[in-house]
């Protein structure tokens, strides 16, 4: 069974467009969920830490929410260059450090 | 620019041989992770260094090792390679066990023939 579980699996989108992408997780002792963006062939790019059910955090497009088992990472009027791989990832207590990473969301924005 | 660099960005190599992936983190981070990416199994964490200690082991197979050198890079050793193992391979640094974020190198892509 998946610990993290992303979706849709892929994403298509008119610009302009706002949606929201969904993570959800089973892990119990939570220590963050946290939000990439990876663009083909590149590393992963951090964008947020959610530490506790009800936090909210935002950066331009993106606002990104916490549940006591989802997050959803909500883009608002989404442009082109906003098309990536979003993933989410969680640290829980008998993980210790490491992140676990769901298998992402891939969104396209057309113009 | 996450400031993690590795090299090298590609690599070709056959069956039965063995290559070293190389990593060097942020300026001061004393924490490497290392994940496998491959189109089936999403991001897979392999194996952390901390301060040159192995901290904790994933889903690395025996095959495969790493070490944390004294400047804090870290490399990876994949031997007697499968076809499966071609894959994205990255590593990641954080600052300490408290700091949570890590950040994501540009990754080699090793293809295996």
């Known amino acids: 069974e998946d610990q993290v579980t992303q979706s849709p699996e892929a994403l298509r989108l008119q610009e302009g467009e706002s949606s929201s992408l969904n993570c959800s997780y089973t892990v119990s002792g939570l220590r963050g969920l946290f939000w990439y963006r990876q663009d083909p062939g590149k590393g992963p790019e951090f964008l947020f830490t959610l530490y506790s059910a009800g936090e909210e955090k935002e950066k331009e497009r993106l606002k990104a929410t916490l549940t006591k088992k989802e997050s959803f990472l909500h883009i608002t009027a989404p442009k082109p260059e906003d098309s990536a791989t979003y993933l989410c990832?969680?640290?829980?207590?008998?993980?210790?450090?490491?992140?676990?990473f769901g298998k992402g969301t891939t969104l396209s924005v057309s113009s | 620019d996450s400031g993690v660099t590795q090299t090298p960005k590609h690599l070709i190599t056959a069956t039965g041989q063995r290559v070293t992936l190389r990593c060097s983190p942020r300026?001061?981070?004393?924490?490497v992770y290392w994940y496998q990416q491959s189109l089936d199994q999403g991001l897979q964490f392999l194996i952390q260094?901390?301060?040159?200690?192995?901290?904790a082991k994933g889903n690395i197979l025996e095959r495969f090792s790493a070490q944390q050198f004294p400047d804090l890079h870290s490399e990876l050793n994949l031997s007697s390679l499968e076809l499966g193992d071609s894959a994205l391979y990255f590593c990641?640094?954080?600052?300490?066990?408290?700091?949570?974020?890590?950040?994501f190198g540009p990754g080699t892509r090793l293809t295996v023939t």
């Open positions: 300026s001061g981070d004393l924490s």
């Open positions: 260094y901390y301060n040159g200690e192995e901290r």
């Open positions: 990641a640094s954080t600052g300490s066990d408290s700091a949570y974020e890590q950040y």
């Open positions: 990832a969680v640290r829980f207590n008998q993980a210790g450090t490491a992140l676990i």
